[in-house]
């Protein structure tokens, strides 16, 4: 869902007032009651105008969470109540979308607030601004350079826990869409001095309490350092834990950070071991050693930890040990060397530790520099955000609380200048009569320390730079004469000075009053300090170290680049830079955070008025909102007013059409607020006095009522109607629904009752013609049976006429024949009684033949010779013929399947009749052959040419031609042969030549053996004597025995006439040439199948084993 744009106000929902410029009536106690009842609710962000007033809540408030970013982001500044976020957006969009570079200066004293103030604001740029991996590596460098520069730069002092002991200053640069690109980071005088001594109940650098606390034992060890906070003399052991501080976690948080700044490896390792030395060098200590010339000469006492130092910054042990005993001095050509006493030995060993690390301080500010810097030489926008130590009073005031609050009245200074000047030229931009306004400008002050001949930085410069005894006495003596009548000097030695009476400034001290207050500055230090010298031998010592970091960081101790020229002072230093800074700073549009702390105690909830009231009063914000308010109160550009206040009048409500500010002329016209309260300029109205503002603001607000009362009505108003007019519809639509629903049912009811009517004549006249129907039915059926009955009677009459004329007939037919008989009987009676019985008999058994045979005609079996059925006997003294009869119709149907066969078939049949007659239960071999046709001639003679020679040798018909096997007489073994059967010989011829080997006339035949076996060996016995004898009976064997033995039977029959001897015995002798041999029978293996094999027992026993 779109979200819904809500034009709000920062006077929506006030407590208090959110802009002081508002205030009425405008006094201190109003202005503090304002904050306070603000501060009570929670609103720690006031506006001055476009200033932002900060107070410290002392306690995390949930004001700065994503959220709030989104809620602030885009809105304009005056939209949602006073807020850091508002300002950050505005400075940002004006950046971006104006191409005004920005610096947001950020004042207020110590613990007010500045830094968190500076990452408020950081975080929410790098929140709103441009997203993508390389911006997000850019804003996370930015961000993560602050715990770095914390960690090194910050301490806790009484004033702040997290106090900035130097000053920074950083710009961001941005592309032309707003993305970040980089940025660069100026650092002003770090309070060096700290380093060495700190004041009761404050620290030294957090990072020399972070190391300690959390770095591993191993790297502790590295660097030489032992966990104990109170082995280290610069560390200050009153306060060395801080409430709620983890210096180890925050000591990770420090190493992550500089990795992600990009810190090499290396380069952390030199940091820490920079630190680790520093730290060291303060337990280094002298003991005085008288010399021969009676002076005093410093020697160290426990050479230990000097040699640790050097072992771990690489310097040569007997040069640093030197430059802490020596001191060369060069002048010209001559180089002097005096030796140090032990006082001067240790201001020589504490002016190394604070150069060391000051230098050190510079260089990391150096080091982030290098890597935050803008990658591209692109034109910048750029964005400043300035967070400098904060004005401070202590009880002892020296030469940096000078510095630090030098800087500060410049900031003032410029703050002043710039809130002025910018109102000065709003006024002209918008055609405004300006008159001046009066308020204190800290001018004089800023004079007083800065002037380049009678203020007091070129005093002290004057007083290092002078020949002669030079000490902080002198410098304040210099002082009193020029400054003495400076309005803002105080001092009790200055000539005819106002406080020579006032005890409470002792004699080594000079007062200030500055913008903020009176600050008491004890002049002990300040020539030192000023002069910030470091023995040249140690530098040289530095210089020599093998250690890149540490050389680096003392160029000067080069002796190829010895100046022997002073180097300029810490105050021209300090003065340049700052002169530098708000040059810079006079080149951007101003947004100005003024941090107010509401209480010595660091603690939330409390709001010291009377140190707010002392703030307030220092800072100028009083004369900041007169200022403000001095033409007028309150402008708006005019579109945003004709906005908010239109609904006041009838012509611009609820539009205006026409350019904004005559919408506003009229409305303001209509309204009759007085014109002296008013001015229009060129975009903008100004409102002169805030009470016209709250009258605008209470008419609206009654207005707003008025119309929301309206609106309410209106929306209840059309609510019911929108209600009553759903409900009519809705009723209509069911009224229409229930008349249908009605009108349905109606339709249904009157629908079945005309159906059941309709149902209802039509059954009656269907039933009507049904009756018709049936009534004519009936009376046809009545007609159909009456005529039936009808002719039903004239049948009946005339079946009984005829039956009677029958009767009548048969009656005298019967009487006739009675007649005829009784004449017969009468006539015949004498020769009846004679025959009758013998002829009723033969009549009788007759109709029973006769019967006989007509049913036998229907029961008849088949023709099938083989058909055994025959029907059953029906009377006894038929079983003869009965029988008889079944035979002669077998004979009869016998016949009739004989006549059918053809003279070929008789002869097979004749042959088979033959074989059965010989062989049927005679020979085992015989059943299987009664199925097999007798072919004769399985070797096809006449048409094989191989038998060619055979054909032509033999001349008749060929009644068998078959390949037999012929048993070897002498051994037994078969030999195949052909064996030929003719009309009247028998031949045995060669199976491959054809050569005929034996021919027996059929006559010689005598006999032909077999067993009763089932297998096919048979002798031919021949006539003794005759010309085929000479070799012996023939021992054969053939597939095809039976048909053979019978053709032969046959054949010698129809030849000889004379009947063949076929001898069936299962031993019988045959002749071998002289012998006479018995073939003997015997069951046999199967080896050979069906082939008998005959063995040669003896002279006379050939055994044939059969299967
Ligand atoms: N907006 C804030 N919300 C919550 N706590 C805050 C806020 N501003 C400041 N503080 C608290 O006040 C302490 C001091 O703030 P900060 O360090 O910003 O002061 P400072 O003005 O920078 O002081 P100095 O001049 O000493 O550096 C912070 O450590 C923090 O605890
Ligand atoms: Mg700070």
Redesign the pocket.
Known sequence: MAKMEVKTSLLDDMIGVGDMVLLEPLNEDSFINNLKKRFDHNE?YTYIGSVVI?I??????PIYTPEKVEEYRNRNFYELSPHIFALSDEAYRSLRDQDKDQCILIT??????????SK?VMSYVAAVCGKGAEVNQVKEQLLQSNPVLEAFG?AK?V??????RFGKYMDIEFDFKGDPLGGVISNYLLEKSRVVKQPRGERNFHIFYQILSGASEEFLCKLKLERDFSRYNYLGLDSARVNGVDDASNFRTVRNAMQIVGFMDHETQSVFEVVAAVLKLGNIEFKPESRANGLDESKIKDKNELKEICELTGIDQSVLERAFSFRTVEAKQEKVSTTLNVAQAYYARDALAKNLYSRLFSWLVTRINESIKAQTKVRKKVMGVL?I??FEIFEDNSFEQFIINYCNEKLQQIFIELTLKEEQEEYIREGIEWTHIEYFNNAVICDLIENNQTGILAMLDEECLRPGTVTDDTFLEKLNQVCATHQHFESRLSKCSRFLNDTSLPHSCFRIQHYAGKVMYQVEGFVDKNNDLLYRDLSQAMWKANHSLIKALFPEGNPAKINLKRPPTAGSQFKASVATLMKNLQTKNPNYIR?IKPNDK?AAHIFNEALVCHQIRYLGLLENVRVRRAGYAFRQPYEPCLERYKMLCKQTWPHWRGPARAGVEVLFNELGIPEEEFSFGRSKIFIRNPRTLFKLEDLRKQRLEDLATLIEKIYRGWKCRTRFLLMKKCQIVIASWYRRYAQQKKYQKIKSSAITVQSYIRGWKARKLLRELKHLKRCNEAATVIAAYWHGTQARRELKRLKEEARRKHAVAVIWAFWLGLKVRREYRKFFRANAGRKIYEFTLQRLMQKYFLEMKTKMPSLSPIDKNWPARPYLFLDSTHKELKRIFHLWRCKKYRDQFTDQQKLIYEEKLEASELFKDKKALYPASVGQPFQGAYLEISENPKYKKLKDAVDEKIIIAEVVNKINRANGKAASRIFLLTKNNVLLADQKSGTIKSEVPLGDVTKVSMSSQNDGFFAVHLKEGSGAATKGDFLLSSDHLIEMATKLYRTTLSQTKQKLNIEISDEFLVQFKQDKVCVKFIQGSQKNGNIPTCKRKNNRLLEVAVP
């Open positions: 720690v900060s410290n809540p002392y306690r995390s408030l207020g004293e110590s613990g007010a607030g500045k830094t968190e103030a408020l910050n002092t004033r702040n826990d997290n106090s900035s967070d130590y904060g941090c660091k």
